[in-house]
């Protein structure tokens, strides 16, 4: 594609990706001044449409960003009334009293929401200070300037034949250039990727960590409901298999969140994370609450785990990297959407001082600094101990000693340090051979379902005559490598049936990408033990389109 000549747009700041932290970004950009020139560049067909998170919303990014936002019409409709953690055997359950938590566990004055309706109403915000915004716009390639710095991107190409080539019906799209270019791509963005690989952002910090999180949408029984009700669950079904847990969320119209977090560090290649979650709602305690409901809506989504010490560079030379292409969700409270909102907003003033003082494409190590030692740095370095703890001695020993370390930090000290997590995700996988295979229950069509019957209530759409968007560095490596070594766990990782491995009689094993069907988790770019698969974007709208996730 290096070779087509494409118009080019000019502008002050290039957004890429329509969620908390670019919005937040462009929003404070023209808060500052309004004569900046800001686009918002969004994969998905709308802003939303790919955005999917618990969503338990701590207020204070809002709070900072548009303060008066209650009088705005922000969705934040249903104030957290109780707070229940409970850990599940596979026949009942024990309440985790709440009082030997630390203060910042309690989810007092927050909100339950859909983050792609918060987001949705982050855009409208944002148009009206004059931010463009596009969507349906994948950004595929970043632009560079003569001396290696980014100064844009590609956005908008379409049409192209099967095999990436050029044909009659290609639209080229065009370059947009930026003094600067904020990536706010959401978890293992491609762009952001290629950004920290090129500049080395990773060197001298651990490595990502990642979790799957899935969720679904209920309609329940409205005697069950109860607006405003958290409850977060660990233990069963996972036991011993991997580490995560599960949230079930009472928001308005009785409906219910019911989601489920694998942590992408498990060794067994035989899990199979989906089944994972539908055998979680046969618990008691969840298949009463489900009874006589209906899900109405299934999404998938992975979630950067690593904390304070995975957080890459933030900077490089005319780009800066936002929200969750950085990592910066605080694993114990399951929450990073303020965090998201508060880069943003620290990019933002950065890079508003950096042009006004006549800068452009250099690193705005004055963002770097806010994120590291203000309120994003001090949330996360509290418990940056809690997943290395808890990948390292299990469930039950990270319980006590991540909840005493987070008491010290509140005081300003840690018994343990800064933990490491030592292997990536891909790296933590097993081989088959040493593991048990694991026998999971089928989908009873009421509770639980088949993922290819979830994925159709996710909207899913990719237009099938342009080139797979989910890339293998050797086509050979699936048959050949992961299907004798690890029993070919793209089969199972991957949430929405994309990868399977097609056996015909007489025949050799045959991997067939059902990309069709990608609700663009990432979890393959992320867990693949030998990283042969590369997740791009697709063309532009393509995807999932998510309501109310």
């Not at 080229?172 to 978890?187: A, D, I, Q, R, T």
């Not at 800068?359 to 940056?384: H, N």
């Not at 690890?486 to 929405?496: D, E, K, L, N, V």
């Not at 990408?513 to 393509?542: L, R, S």
Request: aromatic letters at 8%; hydrophobic letters at 35%; charged letters at 20%.
């Amino acid at each position: 594609m290096a070779e087509i000549e494409r118009e080019a747009m000019e502008y002050d700041v290039v957004i890429v990706g329509a969620g908390p932290a670019g919005l937040s970004a462009a929003i404070r950009l023209k808060q500052l001044d309004a004569d900046l020139n800001v686009v918002v560049l969004e994969k998905g067909s709308e802003v939303g449409a790919h955005i999917l998170s618990g969503a338990v919303l701590d207020p204070c990014g809002l709070d900072a960003l548009i303060p008066d936002w209650k009088e705005k019409g922000a969705p934040l409709n249903v104030p957290v009334r109780e707070d229940n953690f409970y850990m599940l055997g596979e026949a009942g359950q024990i309440r985790i009293p709440n009082w030997p938590m630390p203060p910042l566990m309690d989810n007092h004055g927050n909100y339950i929401v859909s983050m792609g309706n918060v987001c949705r109403w982050m855009a409208e915000q944002a148009e009206e200070l004059g931010v463009e915004i596009f969507p349906g716009m994948s950004c595929s390639e970043l632009v560079y300037d003569e001396n290696g710095g980014v100064k844009g991107v590609v956005a908008g190409v379409f049409g192209l034949e099967p095999d990436g080539s050029i044909g009659p019906n290609t639209e080229p799209g065009m370059e947009l250039h930026g003094k600067y270019v904020f990536l706010s791509e959401g978890v293992r963005g491609s762009l952001a990727k290629e950004v920290i690989a090129k500049y080395d952002l990773q060197k001298g910090k651990e490595p990502q960590k990642f979790g799957l999180g899935m969720k679904e949408i209920w309609e329940i029984d409205p005697a069950k409901h109860k607006e405003g009700s958290v409850t977060h669950t660990m233990g069963w079904p996972l036991g011993s298999n991997a580490g995560g847990g599960s949230f079930i969320y009472h928001l308005d119209n009785n409906q219910v969140y019911v989601g489920f977090v694998v942590h992408l560090n498990y060794q067994n290649p035989h899990l199979f994370p989906y089944m994972e979650f539908q055998r979680f709602k046969h618990h008691p305690m969840v298949a009463e609450l489900l009874k006589g409901g209906k899900r109405v809506a299934y999404g998938a989504r992975a979630i950067s785990e690593g904390g304070y010490q995975s957080m890459p560079k933030m900077v490089a030379p005319g780009v800066a990297l936002l929200g969750c292409s950085v990592g910066m969700v605080n694993v114990p409270r399951i929450k990073g959407n303020h965090n998201a909102m508060l880069s943003g907003k620290a990019a933002a003033e950065a890079a508003h001082e950096a042009i006004k003082a006549g800068r452009a494409s250099d690193e705005l190590t004055a963002y770097e600094t806010e994120v590291r030692e203000g309120a994003i740095g001090q949330d996360l370095k509290k418990v940056r101990n809690v997943k290395p703890m808890w990948s390292k001695w299990g469930l039950t020993a990270s319980l006590a000693l991540g909840g005493l370390d987070m008491w010290t930090n509140t005081m300003g000290f840690s018994l343990f340090g800064t933990m490491g997590h030592g292997k990536t995700d891909a790296q933590a996988t097993g081989e088959a051979s040493k593991f048990k295979t694991i026998d999971y229950p089928k989908p009873d069509g009421k509770l639980s379902f088949d993922r290819l019957t979830n994925v159709s209530f996710s909207m899913t759409n990719h237009e099938e005559s342009q080139p797979a968007h989910l890339k293998l560095k050797d086509p050979e490596v699936p048959v050949k490598v992961n299907l004798p070594k690890y029993a070919g766990p793209s089969a199972r990782y991957c949430p929405a049936g994309v990868y399977e491995f097609v056996t015909e009689e007489g025949q050799e094993p045959k991997f067939v990408i059902n990309f069709q069907n990608c609700v663009h988790c990432k979890t393959c770019d992320i867990k693949d033990p030998v990283q042969n698969i590369v997740w791009t974007v697709p063309q532009g709208g393509d995807g999932p389109n998510y309501p109310n996730m």
